[in-house]
């Protein structure tokens, strides 16, 4: 079965830091896409970034600069490195991935979420 | 980046009834790599539709997907109670840029 369980957000202050991880279960992170996805109190979702099977990584232009996709594959986990942030990164951070046939998104964690405020 | 915009931004609606919604893309989505997802109050979201018209792992037959290039639509042919809940598209064809449209909220009316 497929699991996805994200942890390390918090509370942190205007230009901090925060270190995302996103546990996998049931199958290889460094097989398949996968992607973080973030959601404002109150708001829609937000794509933010996705790490290829391949290694290639994409960001969006919100975060472009600031935040860094990674992976270990020996821990089977997804990272999302969060420096600079900023009131707006506010949200929930959901890890999901990909169908192994598509690339949309068909497994989700619980996500976990992520304030910045002084 | 393609901006996605979804219509309406909410649609009230009756169980048994029938819901379209749609999704216009700014730029074409290369080879229908459009989705559809479904989301409820404090749940993360769930896969629906995916390749534009291909259902998802256990979607019930009442969903169905249409479209390309630019257009595209989710039909919910008779809402169960379940199904009220916030839609988005998402185009995952622009490998630089992935995008969600602002969602639609089928409530009941």
């Known amino acids: 079965e497929v699991q996805l369980v994200e942890s390390g957000g918090g509370l942190v202050q205007p230009g901090g830091s925060l270190r995302l991880s996103c546990a996998a279960s049931?199958?290889?992170?460094?097989?398949?896409?996968m992607s973080w996805v973030r959601q404002a109190p109150g708001k829609g979702l937000e794509w933010v970034s996705v790490?290829?099977?391949?290694?290639?990584?994409y960001y969006a232009d919100s975060v472009k600069g600031r935040f860094t996709i990674s992976r270990d594959n020996s821990k089977n986990t997804l990272y999302l490195q969060m420096n600079s942030l900023r009131a707006e990164d506010t949200a929930v951070y959901y890890c999901a991935r990909a169908l192994d046939t598509a690339m949309a998104l068909g497994y989700w964690g619980q996500g976990t979420l992520v304030t910045v405020s002084s | 980046e393609i901006v996605l915009t979804q219509s309406p931004g909410t649609l009230s609606l009756s169980p048994g009834e029938r819901a379209t919604l749609s999704c216009r893309a700014s730029q074409s989505v290369s080879s229908s790599y459009l989705a559809w997802y479904q989301q409820k109050p404090g749940q993360a979201p769930r896969l629906l539709i995916y390749g534009a018209s291909s259902r998802a792992t256990g979607i019930p037959d009442r969903f169905s997907g249409s479209g390309s290039g630019t257009d595209f639509t989710l039909t919910i042919s008779r809402l169960e109670p379940e199904d009220f809940a916030v839609y988005y598209c998402q185009q995952y064809g622009s490998s630089l840029s992935w995008t969600f449209g602002q969602g639609t909220k089928v409530e009941i009316k």
């Open positions: 790490i290829y099977s391949g290694g290639s990584t």
């Open positions: 049931g199958f290889t992170v460094s097989s398949n896409y």
